[in-house]
Every structure is written in structure tokens, then in C-alpha cells.
């Protein structure tokens, strides 16, 4: 399961990020959590990856997600959400954050691509001041609509 191996810490993943700018690779850098894994997730990770050499994916730990979403959530613990996660062929590293946004994280990893959904308004997208500032980019893909977790969620619910 070499795939397993796409999963990293941050000091690895900030290295690597390191090590692939330095090789000339652009650096692209998305999170989320990742709960229930669909088409929209998918298609949005390989948009993502398509913006540069070597995708991060920066994956909300079980806590940080119920402080976000809930009691009820995730449905999916982190180490099985990462697990899905770097099994995908568009993604080249998952690492777990445990803070209520990414913004650490994106500092340690400068990528010079942070992408998000076209749901956030770019000046609403957390760690965009830092990507600018050392010359990055914010990319908005489009969402697939009638795809989310919370749709998916409420729907399993009303049967």
C-alpha cells in the first residue's frame, strides 16, 4: 500500500514542499475534511493538481472537524479520511492539521498555488495574504453541484 506513504507530518510535507520548489516544481496546496469522499472532491482534487507539479492536501484532524461541523462529524475518522485521500492518483501528500484553519500550515508549506472552491469569495480564503505575498496565487475551482457531504449527509438522513 504505497499510497500509505503519501501520508506525512508537517515537517516532512514542509520539506517536500521545500525540495520540489527548489527542482523547479509548482507547489499546490488545498484542504478540507474531506468527510464522505465523492465525484466533487474528486474532480476538485485532480482541478487542483492540474495547477501545478505536486499536490498537498492539508486534511482537518476528528477534532478540528466537530469544532467546525459538529458532535455528529466527521462520519469518517482522520486516519481512514487520509487514507482515502492519498489513495488518489491526483494527490501527492495528505497531512493532518489540528487548528480551526489551515493558515500555519500554508505558511510552513509556501505553495505557490493555494486553491479552494468557487463557494469562497477569494478575498475569503484563509492564507491568502501569505501565498501573495512571497509571489503565489489563489485559484477558486468550481464546485459540482448537487455534491457535498452535508447534502449527502441529509439526504442519508431523511431516508
Given at each position: 500500500?504505497?499510497?500509505?506513504?503519501?501520508?506525512?507530518?508537517?515537517?516532512e510535507v514542509t520539506a517536500k514542499a521545500v525540495?520540489?520548489?527548489?527542482?523547479?516544481?509548482?507547489?499546490?496546496?488545498t484542504n478540507g475534511c474531506f468527510d464522505l469522499l465523492h465525484v466533487g472532491h474528486v474532480r476538485y482534487l485532480a482541478a487542483a493538481r492540474d495547477a501545478g507539479d505536486l499536490l498537498i492536501v492539508g486534511l482537518n484532524d476528528d477534532a478540528s472537524v466537530r469544532r467546525l461541523k459538529g458532535p455528529s462529524r466527521p462520519l469518517v475518522p482522520?486516519?481512514?479520511?487520509?487514507?482515502v485521500v492519498a489513495a488518489l492518483a491526483a494527490v501527492d501528500y495528505v497531512t493532518l492539521f489540528s487548528e480551526d484553519t489551515p493558515y500555519a500550515l500554508?505558511?510552513?508549506?509556501?505553495?505557490d498555488v493555494l486553491v479552494k472552491g468557487s463557494?469562497?469569495?477569494a478575498d475569503q480564503v484563509?492564507?491568502?495574504?501569505?501565498?501573495?505575498?512571497?509571489g503565489g496565487r489563489v485559484l477558486l475551482?468550481?464546485?459540482?453541484?448537487?455534491f457535498s457531504t452535508t447534502t449527502l449527509v441529509e439526504r442519508l438522513?431523511?431516508?
Open positions: 500500500m504505497r499510497y500509505l506513504e503519501k501520508i506525512v507530518g508537517r515537517e525540495g520540489a520548489r527548489r527542482a523547479g516544481r509548482r507547489v499546490v496546496f482522520e486516519a481512514a479520511r487520509a487514507e500554508i505558511c510552513a508549506v509556501a505553495p463557494d469562497w469569495a484563509v492564507g491568502r495574504e501569505a501565498v501573495e505575498a512571497h475551482i468550481p464546485v459540482v453541484a448537487g438522513r431523511r431516508g
